[in-house]
């Protein structure tokens, strides 16, 4: 449904050219391993971290310095009931000249609170974007393997 897919926006001061190539970067900004091209129209690549969540991801839409969306074409997520709740679902990045800084739009269509990987799905996606795509975009180095917490 329009409006309850997770959407997240930045705002950096950077071109729309360094947020678009940053973007395709993903091994720069998410954690876990990637194989695969994840910077060509019609490339599929897939995604895994540890044996929570891996995902083969299409990319469908490649506009340079504009829109690079992801298809998602098959999941696993091992921490909910239905392991393959993002199957379908697409990743859209869209990048937007605001004056003299460019604006970031991530949306995961399909990730909407009514499903339950919502949780821990939004979280783990406020991160990458806000902080280790931001780095990778801002400073040339994000922080795709973020610190876990010691246990005591």
Known sequence: MAGHDYTIT???????KEVFESVNDVRGWWSGEITGKTDRLGSVWEYRYKDMHRSKQRIT????????????????????KDKGEWNGTDIVF??????????LRFTHVGLAPKIECYGACTDAWSFYIKTSLRNLIMKGKGQPNPKEKKKK
Do not use: A, Q
């Open 10 to 16: 930045i705002l950096v001061d950077k071109s729309p």
């Open 61 to 80: 839409e490649f506009v340079p310095d504009k829109r690079v969306v992801w298809h998602v074409v098959d999941s696993y997520l091992s921490f909910i």
């Open 94 to 103: 869209d990048i937007t000249k605001k004056g003299n800084k460019t604006e």
